[in-house]
């Protein structure tokens, strides 16, 4: 989600970034999700431009995020994208007022993504029938494992995601 932002902004050689994310329970995830975000990356879009991504980045219980960032000083427009199980919303602020037409609610979320990965081809041979979109969910964040079965689904997420990110995120 964030490199797709990223890709819509002029091309830069580098961004210094200050990414603040919420999570519904952050007393029992924060560490994780820092680790996979903080950091410097490197990026390549398009197959051809390598930029350099230097992230900085604090992790608030879910709503605190938002306030934050629209409150942090020098800030000119802050972009917040909450993408959630069946909506992903869109909105720009500046300052801590939201910009007029700037808030956009794509009916399309998580669950897209664990629906497809339930109907995938390979899911249904592996179980015999469609998997649980739930159990999905649950296994995307216990190093995808489907339920009690020690079934391990990562390689049909990875196929899986990036035709929900062109069809369910870019647009929104």
Known sequence: MLLGAIAQTPRQQSYNLFLVASLHDSQAFAHDLKKALQGKHIVKFDGKDIVNVDITCQITEEGVGALLVSRAPGQQKV??????????????????????????????????????????????????????????????????????????????????????????????
């Open 79 to 172: 972009a917040l994208i909450d993408l959630g199980h069946g909506t992903t919303i869109t909105s720009i602020f500046e300052g801590n007022k939201l910009l007029q037409n700037s808030r956009k609610i794509d009916t399309v979320g998580v669950h897209h993504l664990c629906e497809t990965i339930a109907n995938n081809l390979q899911t249904r041979r592996h179980l015999g029938k469609p998997a649980n979109p739930h159990l999905i969910r649950e296994g995307m964040s216990k190093n995808f494992v489907y339920g009690t079965t020690n079934w391990e689904f990562s390689s049909i997420y990875s196929s899986e995601l990036k035709g929900w990110l062109a069809s369910c995120l870019v647009p929104a």
